[in-house]
């Protein structure tokens, strides 16, 4: 059976300005994207027109070998009418390139690599002709930058200034702890089906519109038998990812609870109880997500409150919430399921519960 890839025409179709593409790991998705923005690219050579910019996060995500990788699954030669060989880097640039007595020789200029961690250098910069990003692996299940989607924004200004472009941000579905669904709002992501794709419209101060679409990138057709348990369900399933967590070892009903904390993150919310199972006096952390809404007396939030019971972390001078960090500190955290755990614990690394003190 013949390899089905992701099609990326749907997606291109509804002229956003923001493309974001999730999915599943090696469906196509970033060679759709790369394959368009080098087709864009060769088109307007001439003019000087069609350049991109390849975008990471961090500095060392963009070394030249790095970069070139990137684009080494590219038919360059059927791209480029058979005029150039590979794609190539130098000095922060990105060429078109033949090979010629084994040497690489240095075409048209095609783009720019950044670092988004980077972007103060790049605001005197001149980005005469480009018109497409790429931002590739935007979705981490480490941290972000700080104000990252701000920042992002920031450097599309100094990219586009007064034109328009188009933005492709690339993600696996790695974590659902993503500062670019809450903070602009793609309320829908994490219910999202595959093969679907949704539109947000957002209004500009200068009465024009802004648009975002997300599409949940169908899987590849085919079957892999290299993968099993959580990871096949995230490699070649495009699930969120999820790692295997402890759970309760007896019934809820067994346990005294002693205390609870709400604690909310974008648009997670997640109980904590402190609870205390009496045949063996010890204590132990239950963590599930808040599905319905009530009033807890404590709460740890990234929200600024003025709230006398809402802080960003624990309070270790009480000693029940230190006797929760110990919890934590010592591995005895238990959660309902595996999805909740691997949400909760890529929120904790904002809250530290656990990690400091």
Request: net charge neutral; proline share 2%.
């Amino acid at each position: 059976m013949k390899k089905k890839y992701y099609d990326i025409k749907n997606l291109l179709s509804t002229d956003a300005q923001y493309l974001m593409l999730l999915g599943e790991r090696a469906n196509g998705k970033s060679y759709q994207v790369k394959k368009t923005c080098l087709e864009r690219a060769y088109k307007g050579i001439k003019d000087e027109k069609g350049l991109f910019v390849y975008l990471r996060r961090w500095r060392e995500d963009i070394k030249i070998g790095n970069v070139t990788s990137y684009f080494d699954d590219m038919p360059i030669d059927k791209i480029t009418r058979g005029e150039y060989d590979i794609v190539t880097c130098f000095q922060g640039y990105i060429y078109f390139a033949t090979i010629e007595d084994d040497k690489i020789k240095r075409g048209a200029r095609i783009g720019r690599y950044c670092a988004l961690n980077e972007t103060e250098r790049y605001k005197s910069n001149v980005f005469k002709g480009y018109d497409s990003m790429i931002f590739e692996e935007f979705i981490t299940d480490n941290i972000y930058l700080n104000e990252e989607p701000t920042k992002l924004q920031h450097f599309v200004s100094t990219v586009f200034r007064d034109r328009r472009g188009t933005v492709f941000l690339v993600g696996n579905t790695l974590s659902r702890v993503c500062p670019y669904f809450s903070e602009w709002c793609l309320d829908n992501v994490l219910r999202q089906k595959q093969g679907e794709i949704d539109i947000y419209h957002f209004d500009t101060l200068d009465s024009g519109t802004v648009d975002i679409a997300v599409e949940r990138c169908a899987n590849a057709s085919t079957s892999n038998n290299m993968f099993f348990g959580n990871a096949a369900k995230n490699i070649v399933g495009g699930v969120w990812e999820s790692k295997e967590v402890a759970k309760l070892p007896r019934k809820y009903e067994e346990y005294e609870k002693l205390y609870e904390i709400l604690v909310e993150y974008q648009a997670f919310r997640f109980m904590l109880e402190l609870l205390f199972e009496p045949t063996n006096g010890g204590f132990i952390c239950f963590v599930y997500p808040q599905t319905k809404r009530k009033y807890v007396e404590r709460v740890l939030s990234d929200k600024a409150s003025d709230r006398p019971n809402t802080t960003y972390g624990l309070d270790m001078s009480n000693k029940v919430e230190a006797l929760i960090n110990t919890c934590f500190k010592q591995a005895k955290v238990f959660y309902s399921d595996n999805l909740t755990g691997s949400d909760f614990n890529n929120v904790n690394k904002y809250f530290h519960i656990g990690l400091l003190h």
